[in-house]
């Protein structure tokens, strides 16, 4: 079976779901070395992604997270996504409750965000990427889009932000698109089943508001991240993985 987790760390294993686009060595290069010291951090890689860009994209998202679930340990581990990768891991502990002792949802999107939909028009969601990529335009569209917290990035995490495959990226937006369709039942099964927070920042990203179609409610905990925006694990990473840590040492 190829690599499709990366593991780092000693003590508990956690597992985490990277969000659209994102290598596993970008989240792991997020981690404290004090947070590896106490867990064993495992990191889905996205085939087509990162050590596995050879490795065939998947069909369907719930057949690729079956066939995650059987390269688990055989006891319960939480599991963290961030995003998208917070869709993943919530549909994750629906299909595998014996999996997942209890999971947090990093600033993921309760619906498809808007902002994305013209990304699936064949066409135009690659012609749309590449001028990201490639032109200071592009680039500064981006920024404005999902960086509007006043934060200095390191230039390795924007290197990696505009380093996106365009075929991959698309590939992953219709995978999730498509899931999304699926998440009647959720609300009742985290609701009454595992443990759930979802952690979101007080500067939201108010791009991101509007949806296309119908949304699906996350019944979990909201405990906001004060000061972090979208992406908490990298704007304030000491105070965000200990604040995984006590949720996790509570649950």
């Excluded at 981006?142 to 990035?153: D, E, F, G, S």
Aim: hydrophobic share 45%.
């Amino acid at each position: 079976m190829p690599l499709r987790i990366q593991w780092s760390g000693t003590g508990e294993p956690i597992l985490f779901f990277p969000g659209w686009n994102t290598t596993a060595a970008a989240v792991l290069s997020w981690l404290p070395p004090s947070f590896l010291e106490r867990y064993r951090c495992g990191i889905l890689e996205w085939p087509g992604l990162g050590i596995s860009t050879e490795e065939q994209l998947p069909e369907f998202l719930g057949e690729f997270l079956d066939e995650l679930a059987e390269s688990l340990p055989e006891r319960p581990i939480p599991v963290v996504g961030f995003c998208m990768g917070g869709i993943a891991a919530w549909a994750f502990a629906e299909r595998h409750p014996g999996s997942v002792r209890c999971s947090v949802l990093v600033d993921s999107p309760l619906h498809f965000p808007l902002i994305l939909t013209p990304l699936l028009v064949p066409g135009l969601g690659r012609a749309a990427l590449r001028i990201a990529q490639g032109t200071q335009v592009g680039r500064f569209m981006v920024r404005r889009a999902i960086l509007q917290a006043q934060t200095c990035y390191s230039k390795a995490f924007l290197d990696g932000l505009f380093g996106f495959d365009a075929k991959a990226a698309l590939h992953y937006l219709r995978l999730f698109k498509r899931y999304g369709k699926a998440f009647g039942s959720t609300d009742r099964f985290h609701a009454s089943a595992r443990s759930c927070w979802r952690l979101t920042g007080e500067n939201k990203i108010k791009v991101l508001d509007p949806c296309w179609g119908p949304r699906h409610l996350v019944q979990a905990t909201i405990m906001p991240m004060e000061g972090a925006g979208h992406f908490p694990a990298v704007e304030a990473p000491a105070v965000f993985f200990d604040r995984i840590h006590g949720l996790l040492a509570g649950a």
